[in-house]
Nanobody, 124 residues
Framework: QVQLVESGGGLVQAAGSLRLSCAVS????????LAWFRQAPGKEREFLAAIRGSGLTTYYADSVKGRFTISRDIVKNTVYLQMNSLKPEDTAVYYC?????????????????WGQGTQVTVSS
């Protein structure tokens, strides 16, 4: 149906930057919201950022606001997460997701499709 594949993760030093990409393929809808979540060992999956199908409306968690930026390329059907000023506590597996997100864009329940995740490790 819909496949999402993350890339761009890796090891980076504190205060450094990474850009994650998520390629979306299969049966997609231009009205789908796209989002980024992360999950560290022993913790719940955490909402980071979301963007509406238009690409004009974005949402951010307080923990990353001002440091992370979500964007999407409609033609390439790809969503990005630019991460700046990274901290060791940002270490986690990062997931992209797609769904209607009609009610609560920050909830995992609003997303029907998920990528496999990409590891981001921030060293001190």
């Amino acid at each position: 149906q819909v496949q999402l594949v993350e890339s761009g993760g890796g090891l980076v030093q504190a205060a450094g930057s990474l850009r994650l990409s998520c390629a979306v393929s299969g049966r997609t809808f231009s009205s789908y919201a796209l989002a980024w979540f992360r999950q560290a060992p022993g913790k719940e999956r955490e909402f980071l950022a979301a963007i509406r199908g238009s690409g004009l409306t974005t949402y951010y968690a307080d923990s990353v606001k001002g440091r992370f930026t979500i964007s999407r390329d409609i033609v390439k059907n790809t969503v990005y997460l630019q991460m700046n000023s990274l901290k060791p506590e940002d270490t986690a597996v990062y997931y992209c997701a797609a769904g209607w997100a009609a009610t609560a864009v920050r909830s995992t329940n609003e997303y029907d499709y998920w990528g496999q995740g990409t590891q981001v490790t921030v060293s001190s």
